[in-house]
Each structure stands twice: as C-alpha cells, then as structure tokens.
C-alpha cells in the first residue's frame, strides 16, 4: 500500500476551528473509512496505487470535510465559539504564564510590566467609556 497522507484533512479541519479532541476522532474515523474503501478497491481488482485513489476520491475534499464540520457548532473549540471571550481569556493566561518562561530572576519586573500594561488598559478603557458617556449624555 502506497503511503497516502491524510494531512490535508487534518490540516483543513485545524484550520477551520474544530477542537483538537474532535480532530484525533474524526482522523481515526476517517483512516478506518480510508482502510475499508482501499480494501474494497483491491478486493475489486485495483492496484495498491488505483485502490488509494479510489479511497482518497471517495473521502472527498479536504474542504468539503471541514466545511461539514465547522456547520455543527459543539464540534468547535471554545476559542471559535466564544471569540470575545478568547480574546479576553488567552492574553490574560499569558500575563500569567510569561513569568514562568522568562525565569525566576525577571519575575518581578515581569509581573511588574504586567500590571502597568493592565492598569494603562483600564484607565484607557475607563477614559474611552466617559467620553463616549459625555457624548451620549450631552
């Protein structure tokens, strides 16, 4: 049997958003639907190589597949499903983690630079939300 990479598939549906828990399943099923179509090519009377097209132009698109998937919303990571809040969520994680990648030596000036950079976003937020108030008020 010729080495058929199903990358593609994998590839599109990360790409499109599916979470990774949903990824490894799907790549297992899909394989197995892969294996049973290529079985089926040779038991018919096809090469290794025709019995691999065969499977991979049964499969269909790679973007056909993603496509299908990122139509059922419980398939998508949370990142997906809930922008806004990733967008709240993931710098904040990463403030908090940063510390330990920059070791313990610069932790405090990191924590400190932290701080300053949220302190300097809510007062830009808080300045921000009063003149759209006195905007709105006058």
Sequence with gaps: ??????QAYEHELRK???????????????ADH???LAREARESGADDQRAAQYAIGELGEPKTLAAAARSQPELLSWAYRFPYAALI?????WMAVTPVFAGVDYAPRVVRWSACLVLGALVTGLMILMLQLSITLT
Excluded: N, Q
Aim: hydrophobic fraction near 45%; glycine fraction near 4%.
């Design 34 to 36: 892969f294996d049973d």
């Design 1 to 6: 049997m010729p080495d058929v990479s199903l």
């Design 16 to 30: 499109s958003g599916v979470a990774p828990r949903h990824v490894r399943r799907t790549m297992l099923e899909l």
């Design 89 to 93: 969520v993931y710098p904040l994680v």
